[in-house]
């Protein structure tokens, strides 16, 4: 089976996983662990996932948890798949798990060259298919990137009962499962909403909302942007957006959001805490970015990237608004921001309490 | 490094005090010269002046390029504290020099010498590094925050040893406070073995934990960097291959983990985080884990508050610079102000992401220890490590195999001749060595996975990729490499078969293979190690090759002229160490000094040539014809250099020539007829040079003639092409000499073998130079302070030879003049040299630089590795020459350290084949002086109890009179053996007579005398050379190593020290810089 790229470059490896041909953006990410939490997480919807850790499969598969229900990247490509896996959590290969799923996988590729032609050329169009020529790339199954709709699951408001009396509204755009874990173990009453669902009519009942990550351009999704503006923002509610959710709150206060060139898609992003100067290790999954330079008064740079400086996190100076373009849920990836769910748990029951 | 305001430094030290970790040892080798460098070059930036103690002159840290101030002195509080005095430190870094500046701090601190002269610890408090020391302490801290250690009990008597043991129940692992690389750890599985284990564990430690033993968990270790400000990240993730039970210094490791999913990953992250902060480590620390392999129960097995083996490793597996950046931070730096020193836009906050993974494998060198016992346990007995890079596990580790030279092509089932499957089982059960290839043989013969994991622990992961190198092993056909298709052989060297082993296997040459290769466009690639995953450009040129990856990272800059290729010395090993890192090193910085650009090839991670800030690319890959091949291709060069590296770069110096590679320097022709010691012998006697009377031997008829025509027995075994003596033997007899002679041929079967006349009481001379086209320009004379017999690398070297006739100096002189014109050599050469009376004969020439270059090299003030390096390249000298040998007004002594107590078992006396794994150096305006304070540097101490004696030859302890009476003098108890005793006693001294046996029930046994502690020096001469058996007086001289009492083995040196004893006091033995010894008049 070959990736084909948009400018031509023809990759040939050995398939092990389903037979299909599939096109869609190719990004890389350079974690070292996780496959079975990335290929499940919603914001890869789409994607061709390439993995610069060389052996993949080693650990096999777990019966779970997975970061929603179903393998989400269009497919998987890496440099040296191990079939025999051994983990005692593990019931089945990672093949055998993406033959199920229907989703193609190549091996033998050298993940790291093509990871710097990615880098030095911006995120490429590709396919994975048997085919070499520009026809091949179009002919191969993409999704169209504006339904993200299909990511969401489940496709109606599910209510999950928490022990602390606070309760917070999750408006789904692709959530990754963990997201909602994170806010339930520490004992918010969770309304996980479709972000298309006119979950207006909960804002009554809840002490703050969520925003989630999910795949794809936030400018794609202007009709939440104004959803937000109006209905959330207007009425002053603490808010937490988490990757896409950043973007969206970002955009609903006026900021701009613009594409990075090759995203930043790893465990190892440093953010420092603009007001502390604490640095942290983030997990990060994201193909845009907020323009910092665009922020409206009084929303201010919370986090920064110690890499190429871009913003990681607004808080606004007076409102209950926060939000950060790392991923506090890990899963996968470091831990170390999980404190955020904490503090803004914190900040809503206060604001409840006055 | 966007937005970083450099932020507030606490006062900041004026004068950094840095102690290094001595004379190389097992558990404690080259990775602190390289860390201990690093550290210099942080401070050094920072503007900070530095003094560094290290009595340990082959490293390139106690060069003059690094610290401002450099004493070479035993590492003892005693001499420590008059170096804070005299230089006015004012802060001390304890955590680059291994144990033994740790064990140091502590020293220094219980002592009150930090508070006295007010010294501040930088990095890591010392209060935390006695918790992370004290076993108790660290169980009890890690408990207060709830993280789980094994359950166990640290106890200060062997007979709570023993009631702990029997109250958590068999087996148990005994555990070792404050120790170095588990020295006196243990595993014990029955009652019998308990006793003993116990007592051994306490003669090295006044604490012992006793432990439930996890054996069969995973071991993991995590490096964790933390700052002042409490940022925290975790550096390089490692995994044991082996299981716990083995030291992880004895494992097989990989990194970054395999068999962790992420959520074990972020498990013991998250531990490591919360147990590093808790203790407050401030720099860099090791953190190792057990796991369990069937559910999530972890336990912390120990960390450590310092720069470690490990976090060696871990540099060099990921790129990032964790000693520098540790002592950045301890300076008071955060991580996000220090740059990223790889991609120079980053900063030092991150966690590298790998993007190929590495393998390290420990060497052993067993063989060369009589009576050594091969088991791998929870001690460290190896001597040195390579690593690999690939793309895979069986790329990585078939490379690491072949990468130890232990003349094996990779994981080959046949590379041992296992007799019968019990014996294979066996080494699989109780590891060795071997086990590696006990593995292949085992999944060759169809002993599935699942049944191996059972018996080894390995997890099956690993042995799933061995199988897959196994099976591929297998399936080469004699005669196949002709229908070989590019798919097949593309499959072949991902996964990690050499050109060479394929043709082995295959049955062609390996340089057809080659052809074959090429041919089917299969070419390795260059690729570069940039921390990052190729998420950001890389600055810097660490490289490596793999057969995964499709075309080079880097492109050469320039033309080949303007680039050298430096081979390094490879995997640490008895005989060659970090004299030969030294020594490339100074071979790149003389290249760059002419304007070339450097490629350095080497795979030894405890190495300062593979930092690479030190050449402009490092090759981080197998030292090997294949290699030098592709980078030819890669990154063309002019030549390549093979002289500075010892044995291994020397060894390919023909090889590299006939494949059409330029060697640099003297010619591999020349070469050769000084490494094959019967054109050696034939070109000394062509010149009439004159030998030990020589004779290759062809066949094995006529033996005894040879023998005859020798002058008789004993006569000495050499086979060509070795270094340290390896498989050299005294033979006494027949029996013997045919025995030896047999293992020569085994262990160097392409090189001719010869006999030699042993010639008895002869001095020793060693004869360092360098020349041009034959002339020799700089040289420097050593004279041994042992008697020939005693390997170069084991005997204790003067400079100047104080006690060689001008005669002999000129005679050797002359020598060595006629042989550099006869092999017209270019570059470093080295001669040893037989002297009695006036006569002078030569046992050998090595055409490269020698172990003892760095040593002559400092003492005289010219860098001779720098100026051959010059002449080699063709360039001008280089600063003007230092002093001449001969007219030194201070000496220079050069003493061997030993490791044999970690060595059971083992006959620690000194052969014609080396054992020694370290060397420490003293100055002073005596020879004596120096002798004394090289001897303290190596572990000796002064006596002021006892001596015991026991002079095997009679001759010797006629000798020896006049020193026994001078031991007296010194108020010393003299105890002897009986036949010693009476001797001395009929010259009037006072000597208790004790049994040497212990089978004299009127006498008291020997060893009880050392056990009670009443002697404080053993002077065993033993009764020959010989190794028939055991020379008599074994159990005296294990007792002495195992209860650690220094022993003297060696007649002339003994002698030498008693009047050394007598004429210099402690208080005389002076702290004085070395490079201050250099062109100073005597105070
Ligand atoms: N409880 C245990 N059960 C089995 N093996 C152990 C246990 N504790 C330690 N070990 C083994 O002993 C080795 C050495 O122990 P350690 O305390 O780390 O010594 P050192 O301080 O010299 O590194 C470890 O690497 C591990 O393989
Ligand atoms: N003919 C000899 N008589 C006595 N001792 C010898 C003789 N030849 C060699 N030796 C001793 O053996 C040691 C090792 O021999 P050498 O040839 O230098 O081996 P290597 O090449 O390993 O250094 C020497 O350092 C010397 O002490
Ligand atoms: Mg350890
Ligand atoms: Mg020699």
């Not at chain 2, 006049?962 to 108890?973: D, F, I, K, P, S």
């Amino acid at each position: 089976m070959n990736l084909l790229l948009s400018d031509g470059t023809c990759l040939t490896g050995e398939s092990f996983g389903a037979q299909r041909e599939v096109r869609g953006e190719v990004v890389f990410s350079t974690a070292m662990t996780g496959y079975v939490e990335a290929l499940t997480d919603p914001s890869y919807r789409g994607q061709l996932l390439v993995l610069t850790q060389p052996l993949q499969g080693n650990y096999g598969v777990p019966s779970g948890p997975f970061e929603s229900v179903r393998i989400q990247v269009q497919g998987l490509v890496v440099s040296h798949y191990s079939p025999n896996f051994s983990h005692h959590a593990a019931v089945r290969s990672l093949g055998d798990w993406l033959r199920a799923e229907r989703v193609p996988a190549i091996c033998g590729v050298d993940t790291r060259a093509l990871t710097r032609r990615l880098r030095e050329s911006g995120t490429l169009e590709g396919a994975l298919t048997e085919g070499r020529s520009p026809q091949a790339l179009r002919d191969a199954e993409g999704v169209p990137m504006r339904q993200v709709a299909e990511v969401v699951t489940p496709g109606e408001v599910v209510r999950l009962e928490g022990g602390s009396g606070l309760s917070l509204l999750v408006i789904d755009t692709g959530a990754k499962e963990n997201i909602l874990r994170a806010l339930h173990s520490r004992g918010a009453t969770l309304w996980r909403a479709p972000f298309h669902h006119p979950w207006e009519r909960l804002l009554d009942r809840v002490d703050g909302v969520v925003l989630t990550n999910g795949p794809g351009d936030p400018r794609d999704l202007a009709p939440l942007v104004e959803r937000l503006r109006a209905g959330v923002l207007a009425r002053g509610m603490p808010v937490f957006g988490v990757c896409l959710g950043h973007q969206l709150l970002a955009l609903a206060a006026g900021a701009e959001t613009y594409r990075l060139p090759y995203g930043h898609r790893s465990h190892n992003q440093p953010v420092m805490d603009q007001l502390t100067r604490r640095a942290y290790l983030t997990s990060q999954n994201h193909g845009y970015a907020v323009r910092e330079s665009s922020l409206p008064a009084d929303l201010e740079p919370w986090f920064v990237n110690l890499n190429d400086g871009t913003n990681e996190g607004l808080r606004h100076s007076y409102r209950p608004w926060r939000s950060v373009q790392f991923h506090p849920e890990a899963a996968s990836g470091p831990q170390d921001t999980g404190w955020l769910f904490d503090g803004f748990l914190r900040m809503v029951g206060e604001l409840r309490q006055a | 490094m966007k937005g970083i305001a450099r932020g507030f430094l606490p006062s900041r030290p004026n004068r950094v005090l840095v102690l290094g970790s001595g004379p190389l040892q097992i558990g404690q080798a080259g990775e602190f010269d390289y860390s201990g460098s690093q550290a210099l070059k942080a401070l050094q930036q920072e503007g900070v002046f530095t003094v560094l103690i290290n009595p340990n002159l082959a490293t390139v840290q106690s060069g003059e390029d690094l610290a401002d101030r450099v004493y070479s002195l035993p590492l003892t509080p005693h001499f420590v504290e008059q170096v804070i005095v005299q230089e006015q430190v004012d802060a001390i870094l304890l955590g680059f020099g291994g144990q033994t500046a740790l064990n140091c701090g502590l020293a220094l601190e219980a002592q009150g010498i930090l508070e006295r002269h007010r010294v501040r610890v930088l990095g890591t408090p010392l209060s935390t590094i006695r918790i992370t020391e004290d076993r108790q302490l660290f169980i009890d801290s890690l408990a207060a925050i709830g993280v789980q250690c094994a359950r166990s009990r640290a106890v200060t008597h062997p007979e709570d040893a023993l009631a702990a043991a029997r109250q958590l129940g068999l087996p148990v692992i005994l555990r070792a406070g404050f120790a170095l690389g588990g020295q006196g750890s243990a595993m014990v599985r029955e009652e019998a073995a308990l006793a003993p284990a116990v007592e051994r564990a306490f003669q090295s430690a006044t604490q012992v934990l006793v432990e439930e033993s996890l054996e069969g968990w995973k071991e993991l270790e995590y490096e964790v960097v933390r700052d002042a400000e409490d940022n925290c990240v975790v550096v390089c993730t490692l995994e044991n291959v082996d299981p716990l039970g083995i030291h992880t210094g004895e494992s097989m490791v990989v990194a970054p983990c395999q068999t962790l999913s992420d959520h074990d990953h972020q498990l013991l992250r998250n531990l490591a985080l919360r147990t590093i902060r808790h203790l407050g480590v401030v720099g860099e620390c090791n953190i190792q884990f057990a796991l369990d392999p069937r559910s999530d129960a972890y336990r912390v097995i120990e960390v450590n508050a310092r720069l470690s083996r490990s976090s060696a490793l871990a540099s060099k597996a990921t790129g990032y610079p964790l000693a520098f950046v540790a002592a950045k931070i301890a300076l008071g730096y955060a991580l996000p102000q220090i740059a990223n020193a790889v991609t120079r836009s980053t900063t030092a906050f991150f966690e590298p992401a790998l993007d190929y993974v590495v393998c390290k494998i420990p060497r052993w060198d067993f063989d060369k220890f009589e009576g050594a016992r091969p088991q791998l346990g929870p001690e460290m007995k190896s001597v040195g490590e390579v690593m690999a890079i690939g793309r895979s596990f069986p790329e990585a580790l078939q490379k690491a195999l072949r990468m130890l030279e232990i003349g094996v092509d990779g994981l080959d089932p046949e590379a041992y001749p296992f007799p019968d499957p019990a014996a294979v089982e066996e080494a699989l059960v109780r590891p060795t060595p071997r086990r590696p290839f006990a593995l292949a043989r085992a999944l060759r013969d169809g002993m599935g996975v699942a049944r191996l994991a059972e018996l080894t622990g390995i997890d099956p992961f690993f042995l799933h990729e061995m199988e897959r190198v196994v099976q591929l092993h297998s399936s080469l056909r004699r005669g196949e490499l002709e229908a070989l298709s590019a798919g097949r052989m593309r499959e072949l060297k991902r996964a990690g078969f050499s050109d060479r082993g394929l043709g082995r296997a295959l049955g062609a040459e390996e340089a057809v293979v080659r052809q074959r290769r090429l041919a089917l466009g299969v070419v390795p690639g260059l690729a570069q190690i940039d921390t990052l995953a190729a998420e950001f450009p890389a600055q810097t040129h660490y490289l490596y090759l793999s057969y995964a990856a499709e075309g080079n990272d880097v492109v050469p800059l320039g033309p080949a002229a303007r680039r050298v290729l430096v081979l390094g010395s490879g995997c640490y090993r008895i005989g060659s160490s970090v004299e030969f890192d030294w020594c490339a090193v100074q071979a790149v910085a003389a290249a760059r000094e002419l304007g070339l650009q450097t490629v350095l090839l080497n795979c030894n991670p405890e190495t300062v040539s593979t930092d690479y800030d030190v050449c402009d690319n490092l090759v981080f890959d197998e030292i090997s014809l294949e290699t030098v091949l592709a980078l030819q291709q890669a990154l063309p060069f002019q030549g390549v250099i093979v002289s500075m590296g010892g044995q291994t770069p020397n060894n390919l110096a023909l090889k590299l020539e006939r494949a059409g590679v330029p060697v640099l320097g003297t010619t591999p022709e020349a070469i050769d007829s000084a490494e094959n010691r019967s054109k050696f012998g034939a070109l000394c006697d062509s010149l009439g040079i004159d030998q030990p009377r020589w004779t290759e031997v062809r066949s094995l008829e006529d033996l005894p003639r040879t023998v005859e025509n020798l002058g008789g027995f004993p006569v000495l075994v050499r086979p060509s092409y070795v270094l340290s003596g390896a498989a050299m033997r005294v033979a006494h007899s027949d029996a013997e000499l045919r025995d030896y002679l047999a293992r020569a041929t085994e262990l160097s079967p392409e090189h001719p073998v010869v006999v030699s006349r042993f010639e008895r009481h002869a001095r020793e001379i060693e004869f360092d130079a360098v020349a041009d086209q034959g002339e020799i320009v700089h040289w420097a004379i050593c004279e041994h302070l042992e008697y020939a017999g005693v390997h170069s690398g084991d005997a204790t070297l003067v400079l100047p030879p104080h006690g060689l006739y001008l005669d002999t100096v000129n005679r050797v002189r002359r020598i060595a003049a006629r042989l550099a014109q006869a092999l017209r050599v270019t570059g470093p050469f080295n001669l040893q040299l037989l002297s009695r009376h006036h006569e002078v004969k030569v046992i050998e020439a090595n055409v490269r630089a020698s172990r003892s270059f760095p040593f002559v090299s400092k003492v005289l003030g010219t860098n001779f590795i720098r100026e051959a390096t010059r002449r080699i390249l063709g360039g001008p000298p280089g600063t003007e020459p230092g002093a001449n040998p001969l007219e030194l007004d201070f000496y220079a002594v050069k003493a061997p350290m030993f490791s044999f107590r970690r060595l059971a078992g083992v006959d620690p006396v000194l052969r014609v084949e080396m054992s020694s794994t370290g060397e420490g150096t003293g100055f002073g305006w005596t020879a004596e002086e120096a002798l004394l304070k090289a001897m303290l540097s190596t572990g000796f101490r002064l006596p002021t109890r006892g001596v015991l004696l026991s002079l095997g030859p009679v001759g010797d302890k006629y000798r020896f009179t006049e020193e026994a009476r001078e031991l007296v003098r010194q108020g010393l108890r003299l105890y002897a053996t009986l036949g010693t005793a009476e001797i001395l006693h009929a010259e009037g001294l006072p000597v208790v007579a004790v049994d040497k046996e212990g089978q004299d029930s009127r006498l008291k046994d020997a060893t009880a005398l050392l056990r009670s502690g009443a002697v404080d020096l053993v002077i065993n001469i033993p009764r020959d050379y010989g190794e028939a058996g055991r020379p008599d007086g074994f159990r005296i001289r294990r007792a002495a190593i195992d209860l650690d009492i220094p022993l003297l083995t060696d007649l002339r040196l003994a002698r030498k020290v008693v009047w050394a004893l007598g004429r210099c006091p402690p208080q005389a033995l002076e702290a004085r810089a070395w490079t201050d010894y250099r062109g100073r008049r005597p105070r």
